[in-house]
C-alpha cells in the first residue's frame, strides 16, 4: 500500500464497531437464554473468528451485512467441538473462550496463526488452573488443550498484569464455578465485560479494596437473558483519524456514535489536555450501558512541555500507543512513553515496530525496555513493515500522510483487516491532497 503526504483530512469517517465490545456480545450472546441481535458487529477479522469458534461448538449464528443474530445455548449448552477451534490473529477470542470454555464437561483445543501462537498466555492458564481446570500448552503458548470441569472452583483472583483479557477470562469461568468468583485489579481495565454482564441480567459486584484496588465479583449462579445489543464505533479505530486530523492543521472531520467509555477514552484525554488538540463530544448517550459520543476534531496541536505517558494511565490506552508514537514525531517536545512494556507482547512487539519504522521514515526515537522516547522529526516517505500487526499498519499510513516529502510503502498492509477492513478506502474518502 501506497500513502502520500495530505493537507488535511475533512469530512465523516465510517468506523467499525467496536471490535472489544464485539467479542464480549458474540460470547455472552451464546451463554444467555434465548436469541440477541447484535448491531454493527465489528466487521473485524478477530471478531469473525470469534464467531467461528462459537459455531464450532454448537451456537446457530446468522450474519446480515453488519448484524448477527445469536441463538443463545445457556451457559452449559455448548457441544462438543468435532475439531480445533481456530482464534486466527485474535488473543481476546483466544484467552475469553479459554475462560468460557474451562468450565464445559467436555475437552476442546484453541489454535491460533503464528503471531498468537507466540503470545503469552501462561496468565489465563494460570488462574483456570487454580479453578480446577486442566490445560496442557507448549511452554504458556498456544495450541491450548483445555479439559474442562464442571463446576469449576470459585476464586479470588489478583491480577499480576493489568489486562482486561485475564479479568474477563476469569470472570467468565466464574459463570460456571460454585460460589463467588472474584478478579482483584489495582489498575483499572476496560470494564465491558462488566457492562455486557450486567446489561444481560448478571449481578457484578464492585467493592473497594485496600490500596486503591477494586475487587469485582460474579456468582456462579447467575444466568443471563438475551437482550438486544447495539455496538458503538470503535474509539481505537477512532484514534488513527484523530491523530492525523490533529496534525493536519486544516483539519474538521466529524465521528459518529464512537464508544467514549471512560476505561477506553484516555486518549481523548491526552490529546486534549496534554497536546492541546481540539477535539470535542457531541450527543452523548448510552448503548448498552456503553456511553457513545459523536467525536469531533480539528487539526490543532499546542504543546508547552515535554510530554510523558506512563503509569496507570497506559493501561487505559495500550491499544492507541502506535498512533501516539507517531504523533510525537510533531510534537515540539516530543513524546516519552514508559511502563507500556505490555506492548513486547502484543501481535507483534509494538515497541520494536514502531521504533524500527519511526527510523525507516527519519524520526529520531530511543527505545526503552518498556517504551520509547520520540523526538520532534520532518518525516519523510520510505519503506516500512506492518510486520503483520493491523496497528503498526494504520499508524504508518499515518506517518505517510504526516511526511513532508515522498511516498510510504506499507509491506504487509492487508493485515489491517484484523480489526478495520476497509481502513485505506475510508481513510481515502476524507483526505485532502491540495
Ligand atoms: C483487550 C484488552 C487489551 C487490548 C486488546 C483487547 C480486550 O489486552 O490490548 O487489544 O478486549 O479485553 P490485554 O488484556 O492483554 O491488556
Known sequence: MLVRPAKCLRGEVSLPGDKSISHRAAIMAALANGETRIENFATSADCASTL??????????????NTVWICGVG????????????????????????????????????????????????????????????????????????????????????????????????????????????VIESVPTRDHTERMLRWLGVEVVEADEYRHKRRISVNGNAEMTAGDLLIPADISAATFFMVAATCL????????????????????????????????????????????????????????????????????????????????TQLEFGLEVRDAG??????????????????????????????FHVSKSNLKGAKVDSFGDHRIAMAFAIAGLLAVEGETEIIGAECVDVSFPGFFETLQNVVVYE
Do not use: W
Not at 467461528?52 to 451485512?65: A, N, T
Not at 470454555?101 to 494460570?126: C, H, N, T, Y
Not at 483445555?146 to 493489568?162: D, F, K, T, V
Not at 507483534?348 to 519511526?358: F, G, H, K, T, Y
Open 249 to 328: 492543521y486544516q483539519s474538521n472531520v466529524r465521528m459518529p456514535n464512537v464508544g467514549i467509555n471512560p476505561t477506553r477514552s484516555a486518549v481523548i484525554d491526552v490529546l486534549k489536555q496534554k497536546l492541546g488538540a481540539s477535539v470535542s463530544i457531541g450527543e452523548q448517550r448510552e448503548e448498552n450501558n456503553e456511553p457513545t459520543g459523536n467525536i469531533s476534531v480539528r487539526g490543532r496541536l499546542k504543546t508547552q512541555r515535554s510530554n510523558e505517558i506512563r503509569g496507570k494511565v497506559v493501561a487505559n490506552l495500550i491499544d492507541e500507543l502506535p498512533a501516539l508514537a507517531v504523533l510525537g
Open 75 to 182: 451457559k452449559s449448552g455448548f457441544r462438543k467441538p468435532s475439531g480445533d477451534l481456530d482464534c486466527g490473529n485474535s488473543g481476546t477470542t483466544m484467552r475469553l473462550m479459554s475462560g468460557v470454555l474451562a468450565g464445559q464437561k467436555f475437552d476442546s483445543v484453541l489454535i491460533g496463526d503464528e503471531s498468537l501462537s507466540r503470545r503469552p498466555m501462561k496468565r489465563v492458564i494460570e488462574p483456570l488452573t487454580e479453578m480446577g481446570a486442566a490445560i496442557e500448552s507448549v511452554e504458556g503458548h498456544a495450541p491450548l488443550t483445555i479439559h474442562g470441569r464442571h463446576p469449576l472452583q470459585a476464586i479470588s483472583y489478583e491480577l499480576p498484569i493489568a489486562s482486561a483479557q485475564i479479568k474477563s477470562c476469569v470472570l467468565l469461568a466464574g459463570l460456571n464455578a460454585d460460589g463467588e468468583t472474584s
Open 342 to 371: 505490555e506492548l513486547r507482547v502484543k501481535e507483534s512487539d509494538r515497541i520494536a515496530a514502531v521504533v524500527e519504522n519511526l527510523r525507516r521514515v527519519g524520526a529520531d526515537v530511543e527505545e526503552f525496555k518498556d517504551g
Open 52 to 65: 467461528k469458534c462459537l459455531q464450532d461448538l454448537g451456537v446457530d449464528i446468522r450474519c446480515e451485512g
